[in-house]
């Protein structure tokens, strides 16, 4: 009896053993599956992060366009103003509107200096190269003083905004008289 008692004792106890065998690999398995979960939430959490932060980016990003292009809108606005102004400084010369003439160019200079702090930059091209992209060509004018594609004269100025070309400067370009045209003229 007493070997059979202890059979059923090593039975038993063989028998808890496996069962916390089975617990234990239960167990192991939980906590590696609660660590594979834990692992994709926060992978889950930086994605999400990340798509965040580029969300924020491009909404500022998207908000500095607009108020670039309501800027312009408003410059585009006023640069026939500016037109006005430079036209009635050039037609009233006489010493009668030399006070008015004081008070247009005051308020002029006012004008230019805040449209550069809002970032417009005026296109003074005399003596540059033409540049399709920033001046409008009106007139060419043939001359051996300046190399061909030379602006020579400015009708109407040009304004840059940010980089952006809100009116291309009307010019006159220099050409080289060809050997044709000179013929021509004798």
């Not at 089975?22 to 994709?40: E, G, Y």
């Not at 491009?58 to 102004?85: H, N, Q, W, Y």
């Not at 020579?152 to 291309?168: N, S, T």
């Amino acid at each position: 009896m007493a070997a059979e008692r202890d059979n059923r004792d090593e039975k038993q106890r063989d028998a808890e053993s496996d069962s916390l065998a089975a617990d234990s690999t239960r167990a192991d398995a939980d906590v590696a599956k609660l660590t594979a979960d834990l692992d994709d939430l926060r992978q889950t959490l930086l994605r999400r992060q990340a798509d965040f932060d580029n969300y924020r980016k491009r909404i500022e990003k998207e908000r500095l366009e607009e108020s670039r292009r309501a800027t312009a809108r408003v410059v585009e606005a006023l640069i026939p103003i500016v037109d006005g102004f430079e036209h009635a400084l050039a037609a009233h010369r006489e010493a009668e509107y030399e006070n008015y003439r004081k008070g247009f160019e005051l308020i002029y200079k006012q004008m230019l200096d805040n449209l550069a702090k809002l970032g417009v930059e005026r296109i003074e091209p005399i003596g540059q190269q033409f540049d399709p992209h920033q001046h409008q060509a009106l007139d060419r004018a043939e001359s051996t003083d300046a190399p061909d594609g030379t602006v020579l004269q400015v009708f109407q100025p040009g304004y840059v905004f940010h980089g952006r070309v809100l009116r291309p400067a009307m010019v006159r370009v220099a050409v080289h008289p060809t050997h044709a045209s000179k013929s021509s003229a004798n």
